[in-house]
């Protein structure tokens, strides 16, 4: 199984940003997901996951109200939609797949990380 991070960037506080991951060699719909990140010097920390089936998201409460996780089955594709982005939000930021649906927030419980993609957010 490999997943696949875009969508980071360098952006102004404020502002929003999507980040993407694709998955391929498994099968994607049958996979709970989930979005982490992690700044320099500090532990991986969970953001948000989403079950299978899309019907059920979780959030972190550093980020419910500003991010939104989504997926979309036919493209094996799961979205982090982050809002009003601020200095703190920079880190490099990884999907994650939870292949039996029980990891939680627990970084070590995932089974397959993506490649991280960078968000650096200037005030």
């Known amino acids: 199984v490999q997943l696949q991070a875009s969508g980071g960037g360098l952006v102004q506080a404020g502002a929003a940003l999507r980040l993407s991951c694709t998955v391929s060699?498994?099968?994607?719909?049958?996979?709970?997901m989930a979005w982490f990140r992690q700044a320099p010097g500090k532990d991986r920390e969970f953001l948000a996951r989403?079950?299978?089936?899309?019907?059920?998201?979780f959030y972190a409460k550093s980020v419910k109200g500003r991010f939104a996780i989504s997926r979309d089955n036919s493209k094996n594709t799961v979205y982090l939609q982050m809002n009003s982005l601020e200095a703190e939000d920079t880190a490099v930021y990884y999907c994650?797949?939870?292949?039996?649906?029980?990891?939680?927030?627990?970084?070590?419980?995932?089974?397959?990380w993506g490649q991280g993609t960078q968000v650096t957010v200037s005030s």
């Open positions: 994650a797949v939870d292949r039996w649906g029980t990891a939680g927030p627990q970084a070590s419980k995932y089974a397959y």
């Open positions: 060699g498994g099968t994607f719909s049958t996979y709970d």
């Open positions: 989403i079950t299978r089936s899309g019907a059920t998201t």
